[in-house]
RNA sequence: CGGGGUGUGGCGCAGCCUGGUAGCGCGUCUGGUUUGGGACCAGGAUGUCGGAGGUUCGAAUCCUCUCACCCCGACCA
């Protein structure tokens, strides 16, 4: 490709409304264009990147046995009404009518679309087991898209769909996208780690993220330090402290605490540690009015919170109906001396505090000395409630936890009946009885696993593109391209046996100065860079370097093209 | 949805407080000189100052409404 002819509109400096280093890049590189928020135009040399990646997925995905498929992007609201997720979905789904009325989503996921085509179309066991999978644009409406391509409402994504006869099928399936992922991610060049994930409502047996390890990362893993645990915040247990509760010590006195709404902030007036001090969160299923007890340096975790029997849903607490419940204000809300009927749940290592810190349930007051048993009842119920934190012991029992950021780019899902069931998806097995397919779906954000990529492989000058995603392989840099016959005579054959040889070259034929070349080509971030200069000629070389290589280093012009061969493949 | 902020040429910004009819850097176009790290000189083009309404002799500037975009929050007892 020549790039006189080609359209890559790189800026020098980045647009005021990029925050995040892949987000400016992608735009200073001359990648994408905002249309609106969270919608955005993908140029052609962004698209080549976007082209690599399905085609690494599409690869490693036939060869794990799926079918590729085209879904529509707009799908009818009678499917989603089938399973009940019309309205589970509320505002994050695109609604749409038609001329006559009719009302219809651009479609922020397919599991009701496949399933009609199972439930149409696979009839007997003898047609499973069954991948399908598709590249499709989805649009979800977030609440706020941010980070480019990142978040962005309008994306594409690889979806794909297994239907199994049995758990033990789908236990497969699922052990063969997840194979699949793992070769992918890997391929593409990504540090990445396969995390466990909350199965969260939908339920299922196994649920794992695949997250590029990234600071900007909008999710929180956890991992051993010595073993191969990991899993996301959301899910990680925080084990019971080993050591049982302490006998109490200390009287239960009360104290004044004017002002000190925040833990950290009666902790600091009392000298306490803050690990002493409990918060007490109000919280509400339907009318039931429940506090939830974690200890002061820790912080809830509300998908655990969910978990607890008999509270999800819930929702925190108006400060109405705090004052109502414990004719306090908020900040100096205890479990101390509640009404019968008023639900605590304790995390586990409230559980196995002694003489600790609360609010008094009276402005200006909290308690200290508080023991269980002795000040207020056993809580009635003891959970995991809390984000587990740096140093907690692993769930598996061997190490500590670290935290580290992750961009989810991947997520793979055992549905099992959830949808067959529902859509009234069946096959007939060897006996002739009928049954639900047990499924899986399996996600790749296509789009994000760009950015992502730039995340991890940036330097000052621009993007490092690990090589299976580069848009060329190599960019081509003449000096005196319009001047130096010699040059653009060697620069043309270079680039015609470059090509002939199968690399895919960007030939910098403008008519600009050295600087500008070469800040664009370290901009855009291709891999292998060969420069062709007239003193260079002189001594029969040309030069070569890697983006990542601090300096460049001479070649043979007689066996370059061997040579970089052997680079670049 | 709540809070904050920003909309001025393709990009980054100044001007606004204290009204007088728009400016800087980059980019872009033309000519010339340059040519191994974002050149220099000369000349040029590009703005309904987000939109609507109002105040005023006069509005980028003041007022009202509105739209778009960005950031923060939604972990709080």
């Known amino acids: 490709m020549r790039l006189s002819r080609y359209f890559i509109p790189t800026l020098k400096e980045a647009p005021a409304e990029a925050e995040l280093v892949s987000h400016q890049l992608m735009l200073r590189a001359g990648l994408i264009r905002r249309l609106g928020s969270g919608l955005y135009t993908w140029l052609p040399l962004g698209l080549r990147v976007l082209r690599r990646v399905e085609q690494v997925i599409r690869e490693e995905m036939n060869a794990a046995g799926a079918m590729e498929v085209f879904m529509p992007a707009v799908q009818p609201a009678e499917l989603w009404q089938e399973t009940g997720r019309w309205d589970v979905f509320g505002p994050l789904m695109l609604r ?18 496949i ?3 199972a439930r149409r179309e696979i009839k007997s066991y003898r047609q499973l087991p069954v991948n399908f999978y598709q590249i499709q644009t989805k649009f979800r409406d977030e609440i706020r898209p941010r980070f480019g391509v990142m978040r962005a409402r309008e994306f594409s994504m690889k979806d794909a769909y297994s239907f199994d006869a049995d758990k033990a099928g789908l236990a497969k399936s699922y052990q063969a996208m997840f194979d699949a992922y793992t070769r992918i991610f890997t391929r593409l060049g990504l540090r990445f780690r396969a995390v466990a ?4 409502a939908i339920g299922g047996s196994a649920s794992h993220e695949f997250q590029v390890i990234a600071d900007s990362g ?7 330090t010595d073993s191969g645990y990991a899993a996301n915040v959301e899910l990680a247990e925080a084990l019971a402290p080993a050591a049982p509760r302490p006998a109490a010590a200390r009287p239960m006195e009360k104290v004044p605490t004017p002002g000190k709404v925040r833990c950290e902030d009666v902790a600091a007036l009392l000298g306490a540690p803050l690990a002493t001090t409990v918060k007490a969160i109000a919280v509400m299923h339907d009318d039931e009015f429940w506090l939830l007890l974690v200890r002061g340096d820790h912080t809830l975790n509300e998908v655990k919170a969910s978990k607890v029997p008999g509270l999800a849903p819930f929702r925190f607490a108006t400060e109405a109906e705090i004052e109502r419940h414990l004719h306090c204000k908020p900040g100096y809300i205890g479990p101390v001396g509640l009404a019968p009927e008023l639900r605590v749940v304790a995390d586990r290592s ?19 000395g508080v023991n269980f048993a002795r000040d207020l009842p056993e809580p009635a119920a003891v959970a995991d409630l809390r984000n587990v934190v740096p140093g907690d012991p692993s769930p598996d029992g061997k190490g500590t936890l670290q935290i580290a950021r992750g961009i989810e780019v991947g997520h793979v899902f055992a549905l099992g009946t959830k949808y067959s069931e529902a859509m009234g998806a069946s096959f007939l097995d060897e006996q002739g009885q009928p049954h639900p397919p047990e499924m899986g779906c399996y996600g790749i954000g296509v789009t994000r696993v760009v950015g992502a990529a730039i995340e991890q492989n940036y330097d000052e000058r621009g993007i490092i593109w690990p090589t299976p995603m580069a848009p060329f392989q190599l960019g081509l840099v003449p000096i005196g391209y319009h001047k130096i016959d010699a040059v653009r005579e060697a620069t043309e054959n270079l680039y015609r046996q470059l090509t002939e040889a199968g690399i895919e070259v960007l ?10 070349m070469f800040a664009d080509m370290e901009l855009i971030g291709l891999p292998h860079r060969v420069v062709i200069s007239e003193r260079g000629l002189k001594e029969g070389q040309i030069e070569y370097q890697g983006r990542r290589d601090a300096a460049g280093e001479k070649l043979d012009c007689r066996n370059a093209i061997a040579l970089l061969s052997e680079r670049i493949s």
């Open 218 to 224: 909008e999710d929180a893993i956890a991992y051993s």
């Open 350 to 368: 409230v559980a196995a505090m002694a003489d600790f810190v609360c609010g008094a349930n009276e402005e200006g007051f909290h308690f200290t």
């Open 115 to 117: 399933t009609d085509i």
């Open 197 to 200: 994930a909350d199965t969260g």
């Open 507 to 516: 030939l910098d034929d403008r008519a600009e100065r050295p600087g500008v």
């Open 96 to 113: 749409m009518k038609d001329r006559h009325e009719r009302d219809f989503c651009f479609g922020p996921t397919h599991e009701e679309v």
